[in-house]
């Protein structure tokens, strides 16, 4: 009996954990952090879709603009990506990463514009025009070209 408990109980929470929805909401229902950073980064840009992902306890927020740009939200509302889809990111976005990333960028791929950031456990990885991502550490220091 001890065993069919046990069994049931762990069936239950996988089950729980494993289910995943994916659901359109509106921008009210959008973190203020994750409301404030697309009014600041993107102020005449309107919103596309927003999506909410939930897995068991985990919820991320997928927002597409009308400008093609895609930025994605965890729980709180802090941005983990920033996709410009080959188009260069707004100036605003990139101050908000060290210097020595644009420095390295600018130095390295003179010809190149960051069209994407993403927030790893290590760092960044930037994306750019020329089709390389870049991985730095979170205080800028160059690590490798991700191929």
Partial sequence: MKNTRFYAIFFAAVLFVACEEEKIISSNELPATARTFIETHFPNVEIRTIVRETEGLDRDYTVYMENGF????????????????????????????????????????????????????????IGLSTDIDLKFTAAGKFIEIDD
């Fill in 70 to 125: 895609d930025i994605d939200f965890g729980k709180s509302g802090e941005w983990d990506d920033v996709d410009g889809h080959l188009s260069a990111l707004p100036e605003s976005i990139l101050d908000l990463l060290p210097e020595s990333i644009l420095d390295y960028v600018s130095d390295a791929f003179p010809n190149s514009r960051i069209t994407e950031v993403n927030k790893e456990s290590y760092g960044y990885e």
